[in-house]
């Protein structure tokens, strides 16, 4: 059994991508589009470290990049939690359908 | 030159008067407003006197000519080299006499006004505007340049403006302001097409250069000038034609004459400070300060100035013989005699004996100042114990206003030429200068001294004699002293102001001029004054039905002279129902449908693209997301296969 190589990792990552984007875009409830959104970013980490690891192999950078894209994913999911706390409160509900009163 | 910055003082006081009365007069100041402007008026015409008798007596002569000096010149606004507007006090003969001019009748209405306004609301604010007028006017006399004169010229528009409007609660003061405003302000127009046609060909807006660079034959301006044609006139002539449109305008020339008898509507001294002893004559100051270029560059636009000043000379007695106001009387009358100032200088030639003319009509233009401003100051005595404008209401006033009837009779024998008194003097040089030049013109000046001689006899008569005046309720008394001591100083002018060599002071070229007295050409005019006299006298001095009789065998003639040969109503006319119709209806339709109509359609266009498009904003943030991977998948497409 070979090792896996650069295109099978692109292909999990590309995979993951739009797992996440058809999560974000069908689901309703707003945690699992938050969910969909972590989905996006792994599959970008996922990227940033195949590419390191089979194209620039003496190098750390897109580990580090890696390093900061779960840091700030971790910001996020607060800052976003936040914000859907407060959708609760004021529509009872979770539903992104629901919260479309800034319209024309 | 001995050091004359000082001069800059005459133009400083009246405006800090100005500036102070405007400022803090009604509220600070109040009564006291009055004695400020005139005592800083009096040392204003002090240092008038004390400047003109220098100049005309110790530095202004060189080599036996008056030169033009310049002791205070700033240069404000250059544009080029040569061209720039300068602010500046340039003195020569005709400036210096109008000097005085001006500070002495401005200083004998802010003594009379002392009484006259007295009690008024705005009492301070009349001062100071009186203040503006001033200033302005002197600055207009001493201007250096010929874009300095325009100035000046606006601000005396603006100040007979303000002061007209002065009793801005009734409607006629209004309409007349507003008039005179708008007819000046034509004529202004023109003024300065005028200058920029001047000031393109040569070069300059200086006046000595103007003067010298238009008048030098065979200069290169002068030639581009008068080779430059437009509609069969040469640029020169087109321009000077226009400068003398502005000087027609502001001297109430016919067709452009109709302000001045609505601008009696202003309180009387103002009438006589501003309507009948200077800013009136500015027209005429104006053509005489660019007389060498008329006389020696533009001799047909000079006949133009005669044909014009003659006609409105003779047009404006006809019709103050049939007006029953007395100011408007006046007003006609002032037309009629700037109408002589200016043929005088339409007939006059540049240098020598044919300059008379010019030197005739800066004398007529000093003595008549002094005559008018005091009938005007007696009008408004007169007007203040009657309390009406019209002749009806007076009638054998002799015996209530002794000085102002002694005083009023001088200036009525000086404006009449009567032997001896000033008016004489200088309506015969103008006479004699128009005889040598052009009889037509001589005749319609004769005819013109007959009827003034009528019409202010009439008046006369009318005031002072006819019917007996019965007071009504309680008896009113003339005038206090402040009132009387101005009339009395202007009618010793009147009366003695003829008898000053004017030939010596000023001529067209600087030199001096011996004027010829001949008795024979005296005795024409001095007869037919005479002769209007009497016929006023037989007419008016006791109360009778003559006037009316033939008032009515004339009637057509004395119902035209009456509504002023109907220019009003020819002006309304069309303005009204031409301007208004045809060019108003149609700028008019253009706007509602043409310019409205652009405006609107890209407002609409604007409005269904909105509408259009505003949809995509639903609220929903998975559309929104949708739209936002669309743009970025757009955006991949291109940099992969079309920005490679």
Redesign the interface.
């Known amino acids: 059994m070979t090792e896996p190589g650069l295109y099978h990792l692109l292909f999990i990552s590309g995979a993951l991508f739009f797992a996440g984007?058809y999560g974000?875009?069908t689901r309703r409830n707003l945690v699992t589009m938050l969910m969909s959104v972590e989905l996006i970013l792994n599959s970008v980490n996922l990227n940033f470290i195949a590419f390191n690891k089979y194209l620039w192999p003496g190098k750390m950078e897109g580990l580090f990049f890696t390093l900061f894209i779960i840091a700030i994913a971790a910001a996020e999911a607060a800052v976003a939690i936040a914000i859907i706390i407060n959708v609760y409160r004021t529509h009872q509900s979770i539903d992104?359908?629901k919260?479309?009163?800034?319209?024309? | 030159m001995p050091n004359t910055t000082f001069i800059i003082l005459i133009l400083l006081l009246p405006l800090v008067s100005f500036v102070l009365l405007g400022l803090f007069g009604r509220k600070y100041i109040k009564a006291g407003s009055g004695i400020i402007a005139t005592i800083l008026l009096l040392a204003t015409f002090l240092v008038s006197i004390y400047t003109a008798c220098h100049y005309f007596f110790e530095y202004g002569k060189i080599n036996g000519v008056y030169e033009k000096l310049v002791p205070v010149k700033y240069t404000w606004l250059a544009f080029s080299n040569g061209l720039a507007i300068d602010m500046g006090v340039l003195l020569d003969p005709i400036s210096s006499m109008m000097l005085v001019v001006v500070s002495l009748v401005s200083l004998m209405v802010h003594i009379y006004s002392l009484v006259y306004m007295k009690g008024e609301e705005r009492f301070s604010t009349y001062y100071a505007f009186l203040g503006l007028f001033t200033f302005s006017m002197l600055g207009l006399v001493v201007s250096v340049n010929i874009f300095q004169i325009y100035f000046f010229w606006e601000l005396v528009g603006v100040s007979s403006f303000l002061l007209i409007g002065y009793y801005y609660d009734r409607p006629s003061a209004v309409a007349a302001c507003k008039k005179a405003f708008i007819v000046t302000r034509f004529a202004d127009a023109g003024f300065l097409i005028g200058i920029l046609i001047l000031s393109y060909y040569s070069g300059t807006l200086d006046f000595a250069a103007l003067i010298e660079k238009l008048t030098a034959p065979g200069s290169t301006e002068l030639g581009n000038a008068l080779s430059a044609s437009f509609l069969g006139l040469s640029a020169l002539t087109w321009g000077m034609l226009l400068v003398f449109m502005g000087a027609a305008g502001k001297s109430a020339m016919f067709p452009l004459h109709i302000w001045l008898p609505d601008a009696m509507e202003g309180p009387t001294p103002v009438s006589a400070l501003i309507h009948a002893a200077t800013m009136v004559v500015a027209g005429v100051f104006l053509v005489a300060r660019l007389f060498p270029v008329f006389a020696l560059s533009a001799p047909e636009v000079l006949n133009v100035v005669a044909y014009i000043g003659a006609f409105s000379a003779l047009f404006a007695a006809i019709i103050a013989c049939a007006q029953t106001d007395i100011k408007r009387v006046l007003a006609y009358s002032t037309m009629s005699q700037i109408g002589y100032m200016m043929f005088a200088l339409g007939v006059s030639k540049y240098g020598g004996e044919g300059g008379l003319g010019y030197t005739a009509s800066m004398f007529h233009l000093f003595t008549h100042a002094m005559f008018k401003a005091l009938l005007f100051l007696c009008a408004g005595a007169i007007i203040h114990f009657v309390h009406s404008n019209e002749m009806k209401d007076m009638g054998g006033l002799r015996k209530f206003l002794p000085v102002t009837h002694f005083t009023f009779l001088i200036a009525c024998l000086a404006i009449s030429g009567v032997p001896f008194f000033s008016g004489f003097f200088s309506k015969e040089e103008i006479l004699t200068a128009a005889l040598n030049h052009n009889i037509a013109i001589y005749w319609a000046g004769l005819a013109t001294a007959g009827l003034t001689s009528f019409y202010m006899f009439r008046l006369y008569f009318n005031i002072f004699w006819g019917k007996e005046f019965r007071q009504h309720g309680e008896t009113r008394r003339e005038g206090g002293f402040a009132m009387k001591a101005p009339m009395i100083l202007l009618a010793i002018g009147a009366a003695l102001a003829g008898y000053i060599p004017f030939g010596k002071f000023i001529s067209s070229d600087g030199k001096a001029l011996a004027i010829p007295f001949e008795l024979k050409h005296a005795i024409a005019p001095v007869a037919l004054s005479f002769v209007g006299a009497l016929i006023a006298a037989w007419l008016y001095l006791r109360q009778n039905n003559k006037p009316q009789k033939i008032a009515a065998s004339l009637s057509a003639l004395h119902q035209s002279a009456y509504r002023k040969f109907y220019i009003d109503e020819g002006y309304l006319f069309i303005t009204q129902k031409i301007i208004f119709n045809i060019v108003g209806k149609t700028a008019d339709w253009f706007d509602k449908n043409m310019v409205n109509g652009l405006v609107n359609l890209t407002a609409s266009s604007t409005q269904a693209f909105s509408f259009a498009t505003?949809?995509m904003?639903?609220?929903?943030?998975?559309q929104y997301?949708?739209y936002f991977?669309g743009g970025a998948i757009l955006l991949a497409v291109l940099f992969v296969y079309v920005w490679k």
Not at chain 1, 99 to 104: F, L, S
Not at chain 2, 617 to 622: A, E, H, I, L
């Open positions: 984007i974000f875009f992104v359908e919260a479309e009163e800034m319209k024309y | 505003k949809k904003q639903s609220g929903k943030v998975q997301a949708i991977l």
